[in-house]
């Protein structure tokens, strides 16, 4: 039948002309998306000039690599186990210094704990109840003025008077004694309080005094020795001649043995 054969042919024909459209798209992809050739090459001559200096790296690392070794069996020799015992032992012994060391700090950070907690328990007790117990000594000796004593050393530190502070160590002779006098006093009295009476021992303590204030003084050892023993030594029996008090002499033993006065 030649029209069928003809509209076969023909239906092939506009097939073919689509697969050719396609085959020439795709064609046309191919082309676009295909490397260049020029680059491609570079890059291949780039990357065996790479491979070959990679062969020749790792042929000197492998010579590098055999000389160490080489050195390492010969240090072997050389006694290099014997002395990496000996740094392991220096550095043992280095940590056990260290230790007691750390354990010596920390004895000696805990005694000046102690210390400093001792010294303020000695500051509270003795400082406050001195004060109270000096007070009313000084007023009578100095009417209106105040003793501070040092908090550490609970000794006078500064007089204050007139609204002047005066340390105590720039004072006159006659003043310091003076004062020092009324705190062995004060003391006296405190512990006399506590129940642990001690007596007032003064050996020539007033030799700097005028006679106005020495009889002041005698006045308040007076008073104070109504409650507390007092013992006075001194050589200056005129300037102590009014103070009321039990007299003792020491007098040469007799030959026989016995008492030669009272």
Do not use: W
Not at 97 to 118: K, S
Not at 126 to 154: C, I, N, S
Not at 183 to 211: N, Q, Y
């Amino acid at each position: 039948d030649p029209g069928a054969a003809l509209g076969q042919l023909q239906a092939r024909l506009e097939q073919e002309a689509v697969d050719k459209a396609k085959t020439a798209e795709a064609a046309a992809i191919l082309e676009r998306e295909a490397p260049d050739l020029e680059a491609a090459q570079t890059r291949v001559s780039r990357l065996r000039k790479a491979e070959e200096q990679a062969a020749t790296r790792t042929a000197t690392l492998r010579e590098d690599l055999a000389g160490l070794e080489g050195q390492i069996g010969s240090a072997a020799d050389t006694g290099t186990d014997e002395e990496l015992a000996d740094t392991v032992q220096q550095r043992i012994a280095a940590e056990a210094r260290r230790d007691a060391i750390l354990f010596e700090v920390a004895v000696l950070n805990r005694l000046r704990a102690a210390l400093e907690e001792a010294r303020a328990q000695a500051r509270d007790t003795y400082v406050a109840p001195v004060t109270a117990e000096l007070r009313p000594l000084l007023a009578q000796f100095l009417p209106g003025a105040e003793l501070a004593l040092d908090a550490d050393a609970v000794l006078p530190s500064e007089l204050h008077r007139g609204g002047l502070e005066e340390p105590f160590a720039g004072l006159s002779g006659g003043m310091r004694e003076q004062i020092a006098l009324l705190v062995r006093l004060a003391f006296a009295r405190m512990l006399a309080r506590a129940g642990r009476a001690a007596p007032v021992i003064l050996d020539d303590a007033i030799v700097f005094t005028d006679d106005a204030r020495i009889e002041r003084l005698f006045d308040a050892l007076t008073h104070q020795a109504q409650d507390l023993q007092i013992i006075v030594f001194s050589c200056r029996q005129n300037a102590f001649r009014s103070l009321p008090a039990n007299i003792l002499s020491v007098v040469p033993a007799a030959s026989d043995g016995s008492a030669a006065g009272d």
